[in-house]
């Protein structure tokens, strides 16, 4: 069992940042991949970034060069790193940590937190 707690959204002006932390329970949480999504008002959950249990990370088009995804794994946590937001990135944050083992996947996601970007 893998138990996910988000932090660090809230209000800024647009061209602004802010760290999401998202803070795993378990001993093995370093060998899973974990995703940051996020939901906007009235749009479906969609991918922002995620890293590999070997920290590879992908973006998504519009997250690049503002966004950084990066891990802990002695502290157990992911940060999501974002700089210049916009008033589009206004959203729920999500994260999920996910593993594929033999050929079941094992996926748990956190509560969410707002982030909110005024223009």
């Known amino acids: 069992q893998v138990q996910l707690v988000e932090s660090g959204g809230g209000l800024v002006q647009a061209g602004g940042s802010l760290r999401l932390s998202c803070a795993a329970s378990?001993?093995?949480?370093?060998?899973?991949?974990v995703c940051w999504y996020r939901q906007g008002p009235g749009k479906q959950r969609e991918l922002v970034a995620d890293?590999?249990?070997?920290?590879?990370?992908n973006y998504r088009d519009s997250v690049k060069g503002r966004f950084t995804i990066s891990r802990d794994n002695a502290e157990n946590t992911v940060y999501l790193q974002m700089n210049s937001l916009k008033p589009g990135d206004t959203a729920v944050y999500y994260c999920?940590?996910?593993?594929?083992?033999?050929?079941?996947?094992?996926?748990?996601w956190g509560q969410g937190t707002q982030v909110t970007v005024s223009s």
């Open positions: 999920n940590a996910y593993r594929v083992l033999g050929g079941h996947v094992d996926s748990y």
């Open positions: 890293i590999t249990s070997t920290a590879n990370t």
């Open positions: 378990g001993s093995i949480f370093s060998l899973y991949a």
